[in-house]
């Protein structure tokens, strides 16, 4: 494949999927890794997407109908993820029940958690595994896995959540505006964290700012039915409508 058409294959890539992984564009262009990289360098340069560690994501996409992998997100907005997560790591009490999602900022909450002996719930395979890492009590919501997010979801994990009371639920959304709320790309995803949420005393939606302005196929929750951690100030109707903490 000439580079001309790589280029466009990697360009209709991300129209439909808003985000790729290097992994991804090697099998659907049949080249090597290192020619993908050179390629992103020279699309990146011509302004037509933007680089992120482990692929490329789309520019100024407004609309959300696919999440990007988790390899591809956790080389997203590494430092305001990082700062989002400390802060939510410390709002955890010893006699918290607590629902922790699949997303990236939440899952990084757990390298911050210090010793206690809060009850942790979640459906992420990753979280799970890091939260026994770091010896803390932990659940899972079982179900079917997504293949992207190694989460949970569906029928059995819904059934998993109703027996559970929590006292925090922190959730991730794939974007936030006043009218919509929170949302993300995925029906069954939205499902799991409305219902966590719904289950919760207090629910915490850690979101960085690029979150802000974008919309989701999926409704998770109205603006006002959870609280904002950022890691910048967004405009001041979303302020007028939910409490917003920034770090």
């Known amino acids: ?5 790589r280029a466009e294959a990697i360009l209709t890539e991300l129209a439909q999927r808003r985000a790729v992984s290097v992994t991804d564009l090697c099998q659907v262009t049949g080249a090597s890794e290192a020619t993908i990289r050179r390629d992103l360098n020279t699309l990146a340069a011509q302004g037509k997407l933007s680089k992120v560690h482990g692929g490329a994501v789309q520019l100024n ?13 956790r080389g997203l907005h590494i430092p305001e993820k990082e700062r989002i997560a400390r802060y939510a790591a410390a709002l955890i009490e010893d006699d918290d029940v607590v ?29 799970a595994f890091w939260l026994l890492e770091r010896e803390l009590r932990v659940y899972v919501a079982g179900g079917a896995l997504k293949r992207d997010t190694a989460a949970a979801a569906g029928a059995e994990t819904m059934d998993s959540l109703r027996r559970y009371n929590f006292t925090k639920a922190f959730l991730g959304a794939g974007g936030v505006t006043v009218r919509e709320g929170f949302t993300v790309a995925d029906p069954e995803d939205a499902a799991v964290k409305a219902l966590a949420a719904a289950r919760a005393r ?19 929750l109205h603006i006002d039915e959870a609280s ?5 100030a967004p405009g001041r109707e ?3 409508y939910t409490e917003v903490t920034v770090v």
């Open 228 to 232: 904002v951690i950022t890691d910048r």
């Open 238 to 240: 979303f302020q007028d």
């Open 99 to 127: 629902f922790l999602d699949g997303g990236s900022t939440v899952m990084r909450m757990t390298e911050h958690l210090k010793p206690t002996s809060a009850l942790f719930v979640t459906n992420g395979m990753e979280c």
């Open 1 to 5: 494949m000439l580079a001309e058409q």
């Open 202 to 220: 207090q629910t915490y939606m850690l979101v960085d700012s690029s979150k802000f302005g974008r919309i989701g196929a999926a409704s998770v």
């Open 61 to 73: 996409s407004e609309f959300l109908s696919q999440e990007p992998e988790m390899s591809v997100k």
